[in-house]
């Protein structure tokens, strides 16, 4: 079954620490996104990668860092710069066609112990 | 890049009631999709529209582009208590030429 998952779906993060948020797909797709949803709110870019070895900053890149090493991984590390992590990240990919659909994973919600 | 405004941001309806949500731009749009996030979920892809005076319908569901191509509706016909959730259409600009609106969250009071 084709689709992309996110793992863990809750983590917590200590104070000055960095965590990572996985995002994997299997529906052979160039792209992949990192967004940010906070509490009532609309989806935020952080960070996308449109071919492997390569990413763009999104609109709120600052106090994360991405890899993409494969093309079906592209993990998300939320760093002890991000002094507001607390949120849910969600991952989705698309096809590199122009303005085709993004396929989601499930999410992960970050909190801050 | 370009930014699609959506509105209401919030709406309450009774169920059965009808619902609209609005996307719109100041520039002309190549395409705009809508998507679906029930709470606590993640987006889901609705449809997508790319012609001019589009209009699609799913069950209850219809979806039009506007003429000029600046705006799209999503409208609800006599909603049920599982249309509830948040509304995003995309368009206009973004990494791939194509950004999220903010959304219209929806609520159905029984």
């Known amino acids: 079954d084709g689709g992309i998952t996110q793992s863990p779906k809750y983590l917590f993060r200590k104070e000055g620490q960095n965590v990572t948020l996985s995002c994997e797909q299997n529906?052979?797709?160039?792209?992949m996104y990192w967004y940010r949803q906070d509490p009532g709110q609309g989806l935020r870019l952080i960070y996308y990668?449109?071919?492997?070895?390569?990413?763009q900053k999104g609109d709120i890149a600052e106090g994360y860092s991405v890899s993409r090493e494969k093309k079906e991984s592209f993990p998300l590390t939320v760093t002890s710069a991000q002094k507001n992590p607390t949120a849910f990240y969600l991952c989705?990919?698309?096809?590199?066609?122009?303005?085709?659909?993004?396929?989601f994973g499930d999410g992960t919600r970050l909190s801050i112990l | 890049g370009q930014q699609v405004m959506q509105i209401p941001q919030y709406q309450h309806v009774q169920e059965g009631e009808d619902f609209t949500t609005y996307c719109n731009s100041s520039?002309?749009?190549?395409?705009i999709q809508w998507y679906k996030q029930r709470p606590g979920g993640h987006p889901v892809f609705l449809i997508q529209?790319?012609?001019?005076?589009e209009v699609k319908k799913q069950k209850r569901l219809t979806f039009q582009f506007g003429e000029a191509k600046k705006n799209s509706s999503l409208h609800i016909t006599a909603t049920q208590t599982t249309d509830v959730g948040t509304y995003f259409c995309?368009?206009?600009?973004?990494?791939?030429?194509?950004?999220f609106g903010k959304g219209t969250h929806l609520i159905i009071q029984p």
């Open positions: 989705a990919s698309q096809d590199q066609a122009l303005y085709q659909p993004q396929h």
């Open positions: 529906l052979n797709h160039d792209a």
């Open positions: 990668s449109q071919i492997v070895n390569d990413f």
């Open positions: 520039t002309t749009l190549s395409n």
């Open positions: 529209l790319v012609k001019s005076g």
């Open positions: 995309r368009s206009g600009g973004g990494a791939d030429g194509l950004t």
